[in-house]
Structure formats: structure tokens, C-alpha cells
């Protein structure tokens, strides 16, 4: 059974903090994607990467980074964390190919708060 | 650019009714088109999707989608709505040549006894 895994369910950090979030899938896919879940707002595409080392920014990449030094693993970094970044972050992952007819698969989630 | 729209942010139908959610895309050629589902607390999960042919797809749950490219829309129905449809569903389309998803911004469908 296909499995994208989040590190942690749910986050609580301060005003300031480093935060790492773990993405892990075991499908072998290429890509890779990182998006934030807001009421109203539907999914948002934060970074994603097509192979290992390579990254490319979403729509709304201010304030994160990520890292992606496995095929397997992919972190989202909040460098300075921000009550404004507190949300659901969701990743994603598919197989190669660049058309548009790559069906994502979605780990649990991470629902982090930022006090 | 692409786009896509759910009209309707809540939905509430009766368990037993059925249902019908709606899409709108803006897409410049032949689109993929998705809908998924995502219950309280979870990840979202793929129920259908259309690349070509047959513009009336099947899915998992008894859902189907019907892709009228007259109208730009990719509508998901049910007959019969259970209660444990209650969720919140998103309607996406690839992007090109790029592997991403651009995503509406979800209808939540509520389920009354």
C-alpha cells in the first residue's frame, strides 16, 4: 500500500523558532510537494521538487525553505517561525513525468500552531 | 492562467438525497481533472480522475464525475449520500507539463440524519 508519512500530527512552537517539518513517502515517486491548508483558501503550493537536490518555488514561498538530500525525504524548513504560519501543511507525492495527469498522493498532515 | 472554482463552499444535503458538487476550470487544452476527498483530520484522498475518453468516470465510494468541456465543468455526483461522506472536497487540474495540481478551494459537504 502506497504511504506518504508526516513527521508529527500536530505541532505547537514559539514566535521565532526554527521548525522542521519531515515528509517521507515509499514510492519511489520524483516528485515531490509541500502545500499550506487554510479555511477558504484551499491548498496552496509552498515548494516542490522534482528530484534530489532540486526545488522550485510554489505561490507562496516567503518564509520557507526546503530540503530535499533523498528521493525519499522532504523537509520544509520555517526559518524564523511566525504566528501567520500557523496552518495545516500537507505533502505530496507522484511519480515523474511532467504532464498533468500525475495523481498526488497526500500524507495525514502536520497541523502546527505558532504562539 | 489555470484556474480552477468550487462555487459552493458548504453544502448540506439529507443522508439518502443525492448530490452533486461542482467544478469550473479554466484551462487552455485538453485538462486532467481530479476531485478528492478529505475527512476531518486527514490527508486527502484520490476519488476519481479524467484524462480522456469517456467523459463520464467512476470513482471509489460510489462517486462519479461527469467532464462537459462545453461548460469547462467536471461536477461529482453521488445517488445516494451516507453519512460518512461528510467531508471536505477538492476539485484540481494538472498543470501542464509541470506534475503540479492547482486546487479550488473546497466545498464541505455536510450529512443531516
Known amino acids: 500500500d502506497v504511504k506518504v508519512t508526516q513527521s508529527s500530527r500536530y505541532l505547537v512552537k514559539r514566535t521565532g523558532e526554527k521548525v522542521f517539518l519531515e515528509c517521507v513517502q515509499d514510492m519511489d515517486h520524483e516528485n515531490m510537494f509541500w502545500y499550506r491548508q487554510d479555511p477558504g483558501l484551499g491548498l496552496r503550493l509552498i515548494y516542490f521538487s522534482y528530484d534530489v537536490k532540486m526545488k522550485e518555488k510554489g505561490d507562496i514561498p516567503e518564509g520557507y525553505s526546503v530540503s530535499r538530500e533523498k528521493k525519499e525525504r522532504f523537509s520544509l524548513i520555517l526559518e524564523s517561525a511566525s504566528t501567520n504560519q500557523t496552518s495545516m501543511y500537507l505533502c505530496a507525492s507522484s511519480s515523474a513525468g511532467t504532464s498533468g495527469n500525475n495523481e498526488q498522493f497526500f500524507g495525514p498532515g502536520t497541523r502546527l500552531t505558532v504562539l | 492562467a489555470q484556474s480552477v472554482t468550487q462555487p459552493d463552499i458548504h453544502i448540506t444535503v439529507s443522508e439518502g438525497a443525492s448530490l452533486e458538487l461542482r467544478c469550473n476550470y479554466s484551462?487552455?487544452?485538453?485538462?486532467?481533472l481530479f476531485w478528492y476527498v478529505q475527512s476531518p483530520g486527514q490527508g486527502l484522498q484520490l476519488l476519481l480522475k479524467?484524462?480522456?475518453?469517456?467523459?463520464l468516470v467512476q470513482g471509489i465510494k460510489g462517486f462519479e464525475a461527469e467532464f462537459k468541456r462545453s461548460q469547462s465543468s467536471f461536477n461529482l455526483r453521488k445517488p445516494s449520500v451516507h453519512w460518512s461522506d461528510a467531508a471536505e472536497y477538492f476539485c484540481a487540474v494538472g498543470s501542464g507539463n509541470t506534475g503540479k495540481l492547482i486546487f479550488g478551494q473546497g466545498t464541505t459537504l455536510q450529512v443531516k440524519p
Open positions: 479524467y484524462f480522456s475518453g469517456d467523459t
Open positions: 484551462y487552455g487544452a485538453t485538462p486532467y
